[in-house]
């Protein structure tokens, strides 16, 4: 069983950064990659970025692209979310997730199986 808990959300002004930092307490059999999804009231759930183990690569939602910064800490079993330049439309409930998604799938959270309880980042205008 892996258990994945969200840390670092907050109420940030528009152009501050914000570090959101995810722990895992294990590592499932199979499981190939790590990501962040967040949800704004009265929206879906939707892709932000993950990394791939099995080749180190990250990858990103176009309306995070440039801004965001998605990186691994092996030793720690962490991943961590560094967020720039954060707009209005960044606020949102923050999950981190886990599994094994084919590339094709990485940006489907409905390939995930393990879930963060999730963060709340609040960006003012």
């Known amino acids: 069983q892996v258990q994945l808990v969200e840390s670092g959300g907050g109420l940030v002004q528009t152009g501050d950064s914000l570090r959101l930092s995810c722990t895992a307490s294990?590592?499932?059999?199979?499981?190939?990659?790590m990501a962040w999804f967040r949800q704004a009231p009265g929206k879906e759930r939707e892709f932000v970025a993950a990394f791939r183990w099995s080749n180190d690569n990250t990858y990103y939602a176009d309306s995070v692209k440039g801004r965001f910064t998605v990186s691994r800490d092996r030793a720690k079993n962490t991943m961590t979310l560094q967020m720039n330049s954060l707009k209005p439309e960044d606020t949102a409930v923050y999950y981190c997730a886990a599994g094994r998604p084919i590339l094709s799938a990485l940006r489907l959270s409905s390939v995930y199986h393990y879930w963060g309880q999730g963060t709340q980042v609040t960006v003012s205008s």
């Open positions: 294990g590592r499932a059999s199979g499981d190939n990659a």
